[in-house]
């Protein structure tokens, strides 16, 4: 088992930052795939962000590419995701989850369903 929370999430104007850390505890942290989702309000479940075990690799959804970046540190259990130039249609609450794999592939990373693990999510609230 692994449990995961995340914090971080805020009220913030459109173009600023926020950094949302997850923290996990349980079983070893580098065996897993790290992976971020958000779900607005009506809205299905979307991926935002993968990073694999060794955090060498990393996938973004398009409309987060150039804006989130996500990394990790296995020595403290941590995955990140720094969100800059935020707008209102980032708004959301935002989720960590563990893969039980070291696989990475974008066709594995972007489906919610291949996640074993999942935090309660923290919400970001990007006003404009």
């Known amino acids: 088992q692994v449990q995961l929370v995340e914090s971080g999430g805020g009220l913030v104007q459109a173009g600023g930052s926020l950094r949302l850390s997850c923290v996990a505890s349980g079983r070893p942290f580098s065996s897993y795939t790290m992976g971020w989702f958000r779900q607005a309000p009506g809205k299905e479940r979307e991926f935002v962000a993968a990073i694999s075990w060794s955090g060498r690799n990393t996938y973004y959804a398009d409309s987060v590419k150039g804006r989130f970046t996500t990394s990790r540190d296995n020595a403290k259990n941590t995955v990140s995701l720094q969100m800059n130039t935020l707008k209102p249609e980032d708004t959301a609450v935002y989720s960590c989850?563990?893969?039980?794999?070291?696989?990475?592939?974008?066709?594995?990373?972007?489906?919610?369903?291949?996640?074993?693990?999942w935090g309660q999510g923290t919400q970001v609230t990007v006003s404009s």
């Open positions: 989850a563990a893969r039980d794999s070291r696989g990475f592939s974008a066709a594995t990373v972007t489906r919610g369903l291949e996640y074993d693990y």
